[in-house]
């Protein structure tokens, strides 16, 4: 079944808040390889002008997560999460996500495409911190492969 | 800072993958997908093994220009890639993956770093590129 061309431009509400962990960071952090001190070190963040560790840039990815699963848990949507490609990603910052900050998330389908048999959907997470202010948007174009 | 010129080689780094590295990116991101740990199920939807994660692949191939950003990653504004080829991760002999970055633009409001990020000689990200605030 082909993804419903209709959802384009349509929202979700905001995920419920996350709370960015400071180990949580330097997990994310020590996975992606990353040998900053801002990402590792509270007291080297800090001194950079940091409330806290910085998160590497794709950390985003954890927070946009929740919204991605409220696209592909939507039936009206009809995307069939088993025929799912990851074709894209672009993160676009204010600022860097920091430990502390409370953020929730937003997405907005963007975009619906036929291409030789397959959908391309793009959906566009906007994350936001405690205060309301932008923080990150997170867009993905998700392929989903059609039937053979 | 003055002496940058587009074409400029900043960073240039290679990484080398295993599967503990694949385990560790699945739980610290929750991308728990079990292509990505699990030959036998790579193998039943037709792959010959387990792949990386993109978003891991995207994640440290961005790593270079932090380093060479002097750590601050907070002066990435913006980070963008096209998955085009998927990393096969050996079970013994893992994946080396190259990252070279590149000055692609430059501007007033800073520059634009192009990856060129390979495994086994092709491609494995498109147009990956970082738009950096002046390193200065």
Known sequence: MPVNPDIQGRSYPATA????GREKVREFARAVLS??????????????GYPDVVAPPTFATVVQDATLQQLLADPDAAIDFTRV????????FTRPIVAGDELTATLTVTSVKSLGGHSLVTAESSIADGTGAHVVTATSTLVVRGEE | MSALEVGDV?????????????????????????????????QSVGLDGVL?????????????????????????????????????????????????????????????????????????????????????
């Open chain 1, 17 to 20: 808040p996350y709370l960015v």
């Open chain 1, 35 to 48: 040998t900053s001190p801002l990402n590792l070190d509270p007291e080297a963040a800090r001194a950079a």
């Open chain 1, 85 to 92: 490609v990851h074709g894209d990603q672009r993160f676009t």
């Open chain 2, 10 to 42: 900043v960073a240039e780094k290679t990484y080398a993958l295993t599967r503990d590295s694949l385990v560790r990116y699945a739980g610290a991101s929750g991308d728990f997908n079990p292509i990505h740990y699990r030959d036998d199920f790579a």
């Open chain 2, 52 to 136: 990386a994660h993109g978003m891991l692949t995207m994640g440290f191939a961005v790593q270079p220009v932090v380093e060479w950003l002097g750590g601050d990653s907070g002066k990435v504004l913006d980070y963008q890639s096209k998955f085009t080829r998927p990393v096969p991760v050996d079970a013994a002999a893992g994946a080396e993956v190259v990252v070279v970055a590149k000055v692609g633009a430059i501007d007033d409001d800073g520059l634009r770093i192009d990856l060129t990020v390979t495994f086994d000689g092709a491609t494995v990200l498109g147009k990956a590129q970082v738009r950096v605030a002046s390193p200065a």
